[in-house]
C-alpha cells in the first residue's frame, strides 16, 4: 500500500502530526524504531514499578478558557477535547544562585514580578521593559540567531537577575552553549514564567496512550519496532523509505521527526558533513526513590529549583563528565492535586560531556562505575541545597548521553539537538521536511506544536 504521508518517529512532535494529518487524510503512517511510543519521553519498567524517562513538568500552562494560549490551540487542532486531560499545576518554584540570590515563582506571573521587585529594586523598570517587548515581539517570524545574552545585557543592565533568567530556560530549552537565540528565549520566556508548568494527573504513559488511541481511531496506522535505514529518493524527491528488515514502503510525503543531520544520514546516495561545527549538549540525570516517610527536611512546596553554584553561570560543555556546579533539581510529586505516594522521587539533571562517556562506555564496568559516581556526588550537591535525603535512597537510576544517543539515535545524545535550526522544516526536497527538536520547537509542547505547524504548512496544503 502506498501511504500519503510517512512519519518517522513515534515521539511527541512525530505523534502530533501524524494526528493532525489523520484527521483529514486516511492512511497516515508512524513508524518508531522503538517498541514504545513517545521518544525521549517514554517511559520504562523495573520489578514492575512504571517510570517515566524524565518528564519533569509540561511548560505553557493556560486556563481552559484562554483560547489563544499555545496549549488550548494545540488541543484544537489535535481534536482533542481539554475536559479529557487532568492537569495539575506546579506548586512553586525558584531559580537559586547559592550565595547571592534566590528568585520564586508559580503559575501567578505576580510571584515572579514581586521576586524581582524586592531583589532586583534598581532593575525593575527595565524589567517592566522587558517584559513589554516579550509581550510585542513576534518570535515565529524567520530572523537569523540574534543573541538573547546581548539583548538582556542592554536592556536589563544588571547581570545577575540576566543569568538567573536565563538559567531555567536555557535548561529547558537551549541546543545552544551559553546563549539562546532571541525569538527562542521570548518563547521560553512565556512559556515558563508567564504561563507556567504543570503534569498531567497520570503518567506520561497515560498521555502517550491517548494521544495514540485518538490517532488509530481518526484512522491512522502505527508500527513500532520498525526502524528507517534509508530514505529513497528519485530526482530529488522522496518515494519511500527501506525499513532495518529490508521492507519498502512507499509513500507521497514523509516527515522526519529524528533530527536534521540524523534524516540526511537515511538519505540514500547524501554525503553528509557536519552542517555545524557548533558543540551538542549533554546532560545527565539521575532519579532517586524514597521512601515518602523518610525522616528528611525536604521542601515540601517546591517543585524545580534551578541552580548555580558556580562564579558565573556556564552552561555549556563540561571539561569533565559532569559539571555539578549548576542543574535542575525536580520533584514530580510535588504538584497541586497529585496523589501522594508511599515513595517519592527527587530528579536531578546536569551538563555532561558526551565525548568522555561514550569514551568509557567501552568498558561497561567502569562506565556503571561513574554512573553510581555521578549519581553519589549529584546527591551531595542537591543535599547542600535542599537537606539530607541519601541515606534514604531505596531506587536510583542514571541516564547519560549515552543512553540518549542508545534510546533516540540522537547524535551526540543531545536532548535539544543542534544548535543549527531548520525553522521551517524545509531540508531541500518538495516533500520530505523536518518537525521536532531541530525545526526549532522545544520541549513536549513545543515539540508537539512543531509537528502540527509542519504538516499545517507542507503536508494539508498539497494532499
Ligand atoms: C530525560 C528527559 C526529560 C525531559 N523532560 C521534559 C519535561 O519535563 N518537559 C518538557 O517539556 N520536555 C522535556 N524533555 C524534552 C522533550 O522530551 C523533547 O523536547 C520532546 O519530547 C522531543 O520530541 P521529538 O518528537 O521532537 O523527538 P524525540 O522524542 O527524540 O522523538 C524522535 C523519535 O524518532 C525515533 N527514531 C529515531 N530514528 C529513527 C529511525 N531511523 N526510524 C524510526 N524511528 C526513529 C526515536 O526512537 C524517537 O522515538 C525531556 C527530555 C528528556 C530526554
Sequence with gaps: MRHPLLVIGGGLSGLAAA?????????????????????????????????????????????????????????????????????????????????????????DVGVFNTEVRN????????????????????????????????FLAEILQAPLLAEMILCPLMFYGSSRENDIDLSQFVIMFRAIFLEGMFRPLGSIKDLIDLLTCHYLELGGHVRKNCGVKK??????SAIGVELDDGEILECDYILSTIGHEETLRLISGTRVS???????????????????QSPTTLPKNKTIIFFNDGEKFLYE??????????????????????????????????????????????????????????????AQMLE??????????????????????????KINGAIYGSPEKIKDGNIGY??????????????????????????????????
Design 19 to 107: 494526528i493532525r494529518a489523520a484527521r483529514f487524510i486516511p492512511e497516515i503512517l508512524l513508524v518508531e524504531k522503538h517498541s514504545r511510543l513517545g521518544g525521549l519521553n517514554s517511559y520504562f519498567y523495573r520489578n514492575n514499578t512504571l517510570y517515566e524517562t524524565g518528564l519533569h513538568a509540561i511548560t505553557n500552562y493556560a486556563d481552559p478558557g484562554d483560547r489563544q494560549a499555545p496549549i488550548n490551540r494545540l488541543l484544537r487542532q489535535l481534536k482533542l477535547q481539554r475536559k479529557d486531560f487532568t492537569f495539575c499545576q506546579q506548586m512553586q518554584s525558584e531559580v537559586v544562585f547559592r550565595h547571592l540570590e534566590s528568585l520564586t515563582f508559580s503559575n
Design 119 to 150: 531583589k532586583f529594586p534598581r532593575a525593575a523598570v527595565r524589567f517592566q521593559k522587558m517584559l513589554d517587548f516579550i509581550k510585542h515581539f513576534d518570535p515565529f517570524l524567520p530572523s537569523p540567531f540574534r543573541s538573547t545574552r546581548c
Design 231 to 236: 530514505i529513497l529518493t528519485r530526482k530529488n
Design 274 to 292: 557536519n552542517s555545524t561545527n557548533l558543540t551538542r549538549l549533554g546532560f545527565v540525570e539521575t532519579m532517586y526513590q524514597l521512601p515518602q
Design 317 to 378: 560543555n563540561p571539561l569533565d563528565f559532569v559539571d555539578f556546579r549548576s542543574g535542575v533539581i525536580c520533584f514530580p510529586g510535588s504538584f497541586q492535586g497529585i496523589p501522594q505516594k508511599s515513595m517519592m522521587e527527587i530528579r536531578s539533571t546536569h551538563l555532561a560531556n558526551y565525548g568522555k562517556w561514550k569514551h568509557l562506555s567501552t568498558t561497561p564496568d567502569q562506565y556503571s562505575d561513574k554512573k553510581q559516581d555521578t549519581a553519589r556526588h549529584s
Design 384 to 409: 547542600n541545597m535542599i537537606g539530607s535525603f541519601a541515606t534514604n535512597i531505596v531506587y536510583e537510576n542514571t541516564f547519560t548521553p549515552v543512553t540518549i544517543e542508545r534510546y533516540t539515535v
Design 430 to 463: 518538495p516533500n520530505l521536511f523536518l518537525a521536532g527538536t531541530d525545526q526549532g520547537f522545544l520541549g513536549i509542547i513545543g515539540s508537539m506544536l512543531s509537528g502540527v505547524s509542519i504538516v499545517n504548512q507542507h503536508i494539508l496544503p498539497k494532499l
